[in-house]
T-cell receptor, first 113, second 109 residues
Framework: GDSVTQMEGPVTLSEEAFLTINCTYT??????LFWYVQYPGEGLQLLLK?????DKGSNKGFEATYRKETTSFHLEKGSVQVSDSAVYFC????????????FGKGTKLSVKP | IAGITQAPTSQILAAGRRMTLRCTQD?????MYWYRQDLGLGLRLIHY???????GKGEVPDGYSVSRANTDDFPLTLASAVPSQTSVYFC????????FGNGTRLTVT
């Protein structure tokens, strides 16, 4: 079945460092891809999305490009801030009879000042 | 999540007890989903319903049941709660919600 694999955490970075969180997927058909973020004590929020190959989703300085050839959707940010400390989840929506979201296990990011 | 209401917001439940988590929507979504979120495991699909009168099993259905008597209500029932069902539960519409809300935080002791 469809699945999402993202890099294990936790990831600890200094402020202004470059961030990459890897995400790869397995899916039949052509899924839409998403990154969600969960700040401490809050619910999941949609951070960005891409619905077809080569699309780039972006929001709040974060970017991810839908790479069909490598089945990847890596999350990047050029300069992280302390306020970016959160758990990040990669997810896909493959349609089919269920139409649900399939999530990775999450990657905890801690940014130190 | 706008248009979707879950109740209760939190609950402490003794093992072996029966519990129903309520989910009500006013957005007329045909499809609805129940997920659980556990530390280190992300969100996993418990059950889903594609339309009123139909339900299906997700990734982790054991110990749970759902019903869909009408479009608006999609309750999740734990017939006999066990500690491994301690989790945060989310009722969600189709697609990718902008925000999942705080869900229902259930602790089974």
């Amino acid at each position: 079945g469809d699945s999402v694999t993202q890099m294990e955490g936790p990831v600890t970075l200094s402020e202004e460092a470059f961030l990459t969180i890897n995400c790869t997927y397995t899916a039949t058909g052509y899924p839409s891809l998403f990154w969600y973020v969960q700040y401490p004590g809050e619910g999941l929020q949609l951070l960005l999305k891409a619905t077809k190959a080569d699309d780039k989703g972006s929001n709040k300085g974060f970017e991810a490009t839908y790479r069909k050839e490598t089945t990847s959707f890596h999350l990047e940010k050029g300069s992280v801030q302390v306020s970016d400390s959160a758990v990040y989840f990669c997810a896909l929506s493959g349609g089919g009879s269920q139409g649900n979201l399939i999530f990775g296990k999450g990657t905890k990011l801690s940014v130190k000042p | 999540i706008a248009g979707i209401t879950q109740a209760p917001t939190s609950q402490i439940l003794a093992a072996g007890r029966r519990m129903t988590l309520r989910c009500t929507q006013d957005m007329r979504h045909n499809a609805m989903y129940w997920y659980r979120q556990d530390l280190g495991l992300g969100l996993r699909l418990i059950h889903y319903s594609n339309t009123a009168g139909t339900t299906g099993k997700g990734e982790v259905p054991d110990g749970y049941s759902v019903s869909r008597a009408n479009t608006d209500d999609f309750p999740l029932t734990l017939a006999s709660a066990v500690p491994s069902q301690t989790s945060v539960y989310f009722c969600a519409p189709p697609g990718a919600p902008l925000h999942f809300g705080n869900g229902t935080r259930l602790t089974v002791t």
